[in-house]
């Protein structure tokens, strides 16, 4: 009997689970690419990135002319006495009617000179693309990591709530041996009650670990966007980390997105300042115009006017709008530079903390599955003590209840060793569906960055829409 338990206990620990999971059986790698496909979350990130992209050729336009067509038809009375000279005397001349005066016209504006807020417009454009880039790796690492989370913490409750069924069944055979035994004078009351006692605090367990099994259920659901099936086993990923703290921390300030988002944050920031400070300077423009008319009077069948002109504006004083933006941009400037340093500390801490807690992980399932094996150990011992009389029914209930406790232990310390070592792997930057390996389409943004970016003209996005 204490052999089967012990089996049926190894099938559902984590780390040890293999031969009983069958060959269709969910992966965390399927979790993963079905999360990176469908979570919700990615894929607004997604769209919110392809929005940033028109800021590129919304700037490059400030190179583009800028034409306009103009169009009238009405109808015109004229009643009009004019003066007529004619053989050194001067008459009155009377003139009315009805005229369909008609124009069409085209003006074209070409910007030759603006401070160069143009072409610093455009390298902020592409700086707030970059920085859209890297905040979307936040939001794709941020998902992965809460699909590993979700998953490994059904396969921890699993496995907890099936050693939660099993140790109350053990708990209510004790107790039947124990009713069988007080029947014929071996034990007291107080051995049954003990016995009913735990029966009770082993349901109640059960029904504690049933409850979180449910809410993890739910949680998988809304992360990874389907039904969870059968799991099976999850593995560490720290082979794909720096093998060095220093190294990890490193990496961490180097390749963590949100430092990237932050460092192109202050790139943007200060072509910002230069932009304000081209509103100083003078705007050098081309105009070139041309109308055509028809009956505009009664006395005017057709006329065609046509002019190109350059234009120069000097701002001298607009109320002092100017400085204050001035102004403002590089305090905005100075705020990004902070938090660039306060995304870099956060990396650091980061990494130091995730690297804390996969090496005690990696210390709580040595420890546990020693404390497991123990308990085994003891369980044994003290059941064949039961038998002879040198230990009590209470005893042989404490030394059960430790050894659901430290297989409880294990299965949570191996689930811990797991996200633990993909915690790792995103506070060094690198949580991603191309260094984990995973098949799955990698969504690549310069697609839809080509496609918009020299886009002159059309209303519908590179989907269709």
Known sequence: ???????????????????????????????LVQAYQNNPQVNAQRAALRATDENVPQALSGYRPKISAT???????????????????????????WTDPKSVGATLTQTLFNGFQTGNRTRQAEGQVFAARETLRVIEQTVLLDAVTSYMNLLRDNAILDLQKRNVEVI??????????FNVGEVTRTDVAQAESRVAAAQSQMLAAQANQTTSRAAYRRVIGVEAGKLSPGTPVDRLSPRALDLAVAQGQQENPAVGAAEYGVDVAALQVKISEGALYPVVTLNASAQKTWDSSLTSVE??????????????????????TIRQSKETLGQRRLELAVNRDVARANVV?????????????????????????ALNGVREEARVGQRTTLDVLNAQQELVNARVALVTAQRDRVVASYALL????????????????????????????????????????
């Open 1 to 31: 009997m204490l052999n089967k338990r012990r089996g049926l206990v190894v099938l559902v620990s984590m780390a040890l689970a293999s031969t009983s999971i069958p060959a269709l059986a969910d992966t965390i790698e399927r979790a």
């Open 71 to 97: 169009g009238s038809y009405g109808a015109l009375y004229t009643d009009q006495t004019s003066i007529v000279t004619s053989g050194g005397r001067s008459v009155n001349a009377k003139s009315q009617g």
């Open 172 to 181: 209510q055979e004790q107790l039947r041996q124990t009713r069988d035994r």
């Open 303 to 324: 006329s065609f006017q046509g002019s190109v002109t350059g234009q120069m504006t000097v701002p001298i004083y607009q109320g002092g709008t100017e400085f204050s």
């Open 353 to 377: 903390q995730t690297w804390g807690q996969l090496e005690a992980a990696k210390a709580q399932i040595t420890a546990t599955q020693a404390q497991v094996a123990a308990a085994e150990i």
């Open 426 to 465: 995103a506070a060094t930057g690198r949580l991603s569906v191309a260094v984990l390996g995973l098949q799955v389409p990698i969504y690549d943004p310069m697609t839809h960055y080509q496609q918009v970016r020299d886009s002159w003209f059309g209303v519908r996005t590179p989907d269709g829409k």
